[in-house]
């Protein structure tokens, strides 16, 4: 690297494709020559990679936005807050760039000619999301201990609540072989664990021409990528619960490298309120997908996403999403106070639910879930204290491994001499409720 080189810094909010996308601009920028610097260090640019999933997102990416302008003089904004809301992004300080989506394949060549000091023609550069065939950069390159790949932009439900198929358009799969030749460079390049995200990864393979039944090609896709040297542990981004059909369920047997968890976005227990958010399934169907997966691999747990407070969540639809939580048996929750979202159906209904009354609500269901996690980890450590649990080491402080197992558990303060990015047995000891303990298997 030149000693002159520009220095880039990159903040990534939201999701795991946006966290991909930003990792893919950052590899790029480096093979161009430019430093890759933490973000709010002094920087020739910085990156903003924003979010609008919830208003609060778009609070949240209006402050990295500010903060970016503090430590460089030019910011660079893309992501699904630029998507919807172009102008008013380009109207903040220092901001000399913005694109939205469609927009991140070209990000490095734009970012590029403005270090050169080449004005872009107009600041804020966003277009509609196209519908475009698949055209993206790749990520060869391992930039973190689990490396991302994206296989599928866009988005197929018209959720009341959501305004990420307007910021992402229709789904885009990104082609098999594609996916896996990014999978066979990054296990050549050193990683061992790979996860396959997509803003909606059920529908992978829905916009084929040759275009197989739900879920299928997404089965197809992982017992291929489990075929790939090198990569030791698959894991999947969030899912919709009927991706998990019999044809899923047997892919997920037949693939060693499969890791057992799954994090499913299912937003309510509530069959009624699951209806007014345009929601596909019932809480009824959500259980009997969990079951045929703990068929299919014994042990495997499960995450989920919920929303607590959407307009005209009685009380005791919320008593039944907090008893369909505990029935499920969920090892961690996101939970989400309904936040209005400008633009959508939901922002227009009737029969608010007072916001004192959401977060009482998310905070019961936090204690609950809380309770859950607990015992589920006491059962877990009697599990494997003589059968180990194999961590992958995402942190070595003082001698002392952290990471998460292959159930997504995490594991603090093991002993041991294991390098960042290696997979290890480990037997368990101890659990606070929140993360286990243990040594080495063998020592």
């Not at 065939?133 to 197929?156: F, H, N, Q």
């Not at 299919?296 to 005209?312: E, K, Y």
């Not at 633009?343 to 959401?358: L, S």
């Not at 995402?394 to 997504?408: A, C, D, I, N, Q």
Request: charged share 25%.
């Amino acid at each position: 690297m030149e000693k002159n080189a520009p220095a880039v810094s990159v903040l990534t909010l939201g999701c795991r494709v946006n966290q991909y996308e930003s990792d893919a601009f950052a590899a790029e920028m480096k093979k161009r020559g430019a430093k890759i610097v933490p973000f709010g260090d002094p920087a020739d640019l910085a990156v903003v990679n924003t979010c609008t999933v919830t208003a609060e997102s778009d609070r949240k990416s209006r402050q990295m936005i500010r903060r970016a302008a503090q430590s460089a003089p030019l910011v660079a904004v893309t992501g699904c807050f630029a998507q919807i809301a172009g102008d008013e992004a380009a109207a903040m300080e220092n901001v000399v760039f913005v694109t939205g989506n469609d927009g991140k394949a070209s990000l490095a060549d734009e970012v590029w000619r403005i270090l050169s000091g080449i004005k872009p023609d107009a600041v804020n550069s966003v277009t509609p999301p196209t519908g475009r065939e698949w055209a993206e950069t790749t990520l060869t390159v391992p930039m973190r201990t689990r490396s991302y790949i994206k296989i599928e932009d866009g988005c197929g439900n018209r959720c009341s609540y959501c305004l990420i198929r307007k910021a992402r358009g229709p789904v885009r799969s990104k082609p098999k072989e594609t996916v896996l030749s990014e999978a066979r460079a990054l296990a050549a390049a050193g990683a061992k664990e790979v996860i396959l995200t997509g803003i909606e990864a059920a529908s992978y393979g829905m916009d084929f021409p040759d275009r197989k039944p739900y879920g299928h090609a997404l089965a197809d896709l992982i017992r291929e990528v489990n075929a790939v040297p090198g990569i030791e542990r698959i894991g999947l981004g969030s899912l919709e619960p009927t991706v998990m059909n019999e044809v899923f369920a047997a892919a997920a047997r037949d693939s060693e490298k499969l890791l057992p968890h799954f994090h499913l976005s299912v937003q309510s227990g509530s069959a009624r309120v699951l209806g007014a958010m345009r929601r596909r399934y019932t809480p009824e169907v959500v259980l009997a997908a969990m079951e045929r997966m703990r068929k299919a691999l014994p042990g495997v747990t499960f995450s989920a996403d919920i929303i607590v407070g959407f307009p005209g969540e009685t009380e005791e639809e919320f008593g039944e999403t907090e008893r369909f939580c505990k029935t499920a048996g969920f090892l961690h929750l996101h939970i989400f106070p309904y936040s209005e979202r400008e633009g959508t159906e939901a922002a227009e209904m009737e029969n608010k639910v007072p916001v004192r009354v959401r977060r009482d609500r998310a905070a019961k269901l936090e204690e609950a879930g809380a309770a859950i996690r607990r015992d589920l980890l006491g059962s877990y450590v009697e599990a494997h204290r003589d059968k180990p649990v194999f961590l992958l080491v995402e942190k070595r402080t003082g001698g002392m491994l952290s990471g998460h197992s292959e159930h997504f558990v995490e594991i603090r303060g093991v002993p041991g001499k294991a390098s960042v990015g290696e997979i290890v047995p480990v037997l368990l000891d101890s659990t606070d409720g929140i993360r286990c303990g243990g040594k080495l298997a063998g020592d």
